[in-house]
C-alpha cells in the first residue's frame, strides 16, 4: 500500500476532473478584455512531457502557418504578429496576439522566498495585495511582453502598480524602470488569476 500511495503522490497526471480544460483559458483571458487570437494550455505540454517544446511549436504553425516558429530559437514574434509560450511541471501554455504579449504559468505551491522577492519586486510592489507567486507571474508575463520589443535584463526592472481585484482575478498596469530614467510610463496591462493549482499571468503592451 505505501508503494502505491507513493506512486500516486509522485504522479505527473491530476485526475481529469481536476484538470484545467483546454479553453477555460480563452474564456478567462476574454472576461479580463485581454487582446488575444488563441490561447491554449494543456498538460501534454508540461515541461515534464517529452518533446513539450516542439509539440507547442507544432500548434503554433498550425495556428500561424509560418515555418520560422517550429525553430526553437525563434521567440515573441512571427510573420503578422507575437506569440508567448510557457511551461510548469503541470501544464504548458500558448497565447498569440496582435501586439506584443507574454504569458508565465506556475504552479501555485512554489515558494518564493523573502530573499527572491525582495531582488524582484519593490516595498510598495509587495503592498500591492498579491501573493508574491502573483507577483512572479505578473512580472515575468510583463517582463515578455516588453522583451518582445524592447532590451530589457530582469523582471525587477518591470514595476507593477494600479492592481485592481476582481471576483476572480487581478489587473495591473506595468511599466519599464531605466536606471536613465526613473519616470513610470505605463507601457500595458495584465492580470494574474489561479485556474486550480495553477497561478498564471498574463500582460500586453499598449496598441
Request: proline share 4%.
Amino acid at each position: 500500500m505505501a508503494n502505491r500511495i507513493s506512486r500516486v503522490k509522485a504522479g505527473r497526471q491530476a485526475k481529469p476532473e481536476h484538470q484545467i480544460k483546454p479553453n477555460l483559458l480563452e474564456k478567462k483571458l476574454k472576461a479580463v478584455k485581454a487582446p488575444f487570437r488563441r490561447a491554449f494550455i494543456t498538460q501534454k505540454w508540461a515541461a515534464n512531457k517529452p518533446e513539450h517544446r516542439k509539440l507547442i511549436r507544432k500548434k503554433l504553425f498550425a495556428l500561424t502557418k509560418d515555418p520560422q516558429v517550429l525553430e526553437l530559437s525563434t521567440v515573441s514574434k512571427w510573420d503578422s504578429g507575437y506569440f508567448s509560450i510557457s511551461h510548469n511541471p503541470s501544464y504548458g501554455a500558448l497565447v498569440t496576439a496582435k501586439q506584443p504579449i507574454g504569458i508565465d504559468i506556475e504552479q501555485t505551491q512554489r515558494v518564493i522566498s523573502a530573499r527572491v522577492l525582495a531582488r524582484i519586486a519593490s516595498p510598495q510592489e509587495q503592498e500591492l495585495g498579491l501573493t508574491p507567486i502573483e507577483i512572479w507571474a505578473a512580472k515575468e508575463s510583463a517582463f515578455k511582453a516588453y522583451s518582445a520589443l524592447y532590451k530589457i535584463r530582469t523582471i525587477s526592472e518591470i514595476n507593477i502598480r494600479g492592481v485592481k481585484k476582481n471576483i476572480s482575478s487581478k489587473t495591473f498596469k506595468f511599466s519599464f524602470i531605466s536606471s536613465k530614467n526613473s519616470e513610470l510610463v505605463d507601457l500595458g496591462w495584465g492580470c494574474v488569476f489561479n485556474l486550480r493549482d495553477t497561478t498564471m499571468g498574463i500582460a500586453w503592451l499598449k496598441a
